[in-house]
């Protein structure tokens, strides 16, 4: 295949299979209709480049009945406020003007002055409660053909920004001269993706479905901005999302890159992420972690004993058609957003129950599919003792 920014050529290494849309929870009216994709793997040398071979169409899975809020988790809501004062303090000024795509339910923009931020939101679910939040969403993919409508602004946004969206957008040389277009001379692109490294580090496949067609890695995001006058000034790390990394760019040769960003892109070098060969071993580690869930499930059921799921994220889409696990493997699964809950699980079709009952459920063995969000669900859940939880990365 060949790699969708600059046509050059890709290696293909890794076929999970038939795969459904990730968010796509259902109800047993849609079992026979649901939309596969084979989800396929490939890595682009030339851009240090890990990308989907195949994708579904961006309006099969952002539209009107998109389950995933961004406040579904404190954790984010807290990480996203403090992280517009890091922006705020560095990035802007009282008059500077910012620009979210991807933005959600508001989550982020809820911490700037309402009349000086704006979101581009394809998903009218969570298009509409950013509204009623009073946030100026835009309900519109943001692409060259959709920021027409505010042309007025064109060279005057000073800060451009996304959380776990920029890896969605296919056309990615859009996504860049749209943003040209928009930003100010001296303005700032912030973003944070899922990383590379983080998923080599675990081996949290999971990080692979339909949305997430880019996997970005810092050297990969140089070779592409480099492509479109922009430079990295700087990468923090972050723990968000089970390991994801904050890039901060600029237009070339306005301001000095940090002493950590040439750090990381030494360790990335020495840790081998920018080659192939670690997609190889990335993949036998993906093998030999499937063989390994399904052991471990099928034992804990010849025990005698049932297992429920914990969170009915879009990534464990990926790990139960992948491994396949089906509904007499796995229970159910507790989860606590609205618009999941009394649906069914794409193409595996485990019931989604309210995580009010939870509580009172006999489960002594939990799959933690939110397992990113570890930290918070075992403060909650500290009361409850015996029970056993477990992922595919343990
Ligand atoms: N930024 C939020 C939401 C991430 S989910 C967070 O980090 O929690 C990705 C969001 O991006 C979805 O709400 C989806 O509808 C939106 N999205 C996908 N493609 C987009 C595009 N081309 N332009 C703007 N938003 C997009
Ligand atoms: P998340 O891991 O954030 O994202 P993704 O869908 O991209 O993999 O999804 C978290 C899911 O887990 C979401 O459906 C809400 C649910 N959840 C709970 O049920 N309880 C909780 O305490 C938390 C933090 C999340």
Redesign the pocket.
């Known amino acids: 295949m060949k790699c969708r920014i600059d046509n050059s050529n890709c290696n293909e290494f890794l076929n999970f299979g038939r795969m459904p849309i990730?968010?796509g929870f259902c109800s047993k009216k849609d079992f026979n209709r649901e939309y596969f994709f084979d989800l396929k793997v490939a890595f682009n040398k030339k851009l240090s480049l890990f990308q989907l071979v195949k994708f579904p169409n961006p309006k099969k899975m952002f539209n009107k009945s998109y389950?995933?809020y961004t406040s579904?988790?404190?954790?984010?809501v807290n990480h996203f406020k403090k992280l517009s004062n890091f922006i705020k303090k560095n990035y802007m000024n009282k008059n500077s003007i910012l620009f979210e795509i991807g933005s959600n339910d508001g989550t982020f923009l809820k911490n700037f002055n309402k009349k000086k931020v704006y979101g581009f939101e394809p998903s009218k679910s969570v298009h509409l409660k950013a509204k009623k939040e009073g946030i100026n969403s835009i309900n519109k993919f943001f692409n060259s053909k959709n920021i027409k409508i505010l042309r007025k602004l064109y060279g005057k946004v000073d800060v451009i920004f996304g959380a776990?969206v920029f890896c969605h957008i296919p056309n990615q040389r859009d996504l860049i001269k749209s943003i040209d277009l928009m930003l100010s001379p001296n303005g700032t692109i912030i973003f944070e993706e899922p990383y590379l490294g983080s998923m080599y580090e675990k081996t949290s496949y999971d990080q692979i479905y339909d949305e997430h067609i880019y996997m970005f890695s810092i050297n990969s995001i140089i070779k592409i901005y480099d492509l479109f006058g922009f430079e990295l000034i700087d990468a923090i790390p972050q723990n968000t999302?089970g390991g994801s990394m904050r890039y901060i760019l600029k237009r070339k040769n306005i301001s000095k890159k940090s002493k950590r960003v040439k750090k990381l892109i030494k360790l990335e070098k020495i840790k081998k992420i920018d080659k192939f060969s670690a997609c190889l071993s990335f993949k036998k580690k993906v093998i030999k972690s499937r063989l390994n869930l399904r052991k471990r499930i099928l034992n804990i059921k010849k025990k005698g004993f049932q297992i429920c799921g914990?969170?009915?994220?879009?990534?464990?889409t990926t790990i139960l058609n992948f491994c396949k696990i089906n509904n007499n493997m796995i229970n159910c699964i507790?989860?606590?957003?609205k618009d999941?809950i009394g649906k069914f699980t794409p193409g595996t079709h485990i019931p989604i129950l309210n995580?009010n009952k939870f509580k009172g459920s006999h489960y002594k063995y939990v799959f933690l599919?939110?397992w990113?969000?570890r930290k918070?669900?075992m403060k909650?859940e500290k009361a409850r003792k015996n029970t056993k939880w477990f992922t595919h990365l343990d």
């Open positions: 990730a968010n389950p995933f579904s988790s404190f954790y984010m776990n999302h914990y969170g009915a994220t879009s990534k464990s507790f989860d606590t957003t999941k995580y599919f939110a990113n969000h918070e669900i909650k």
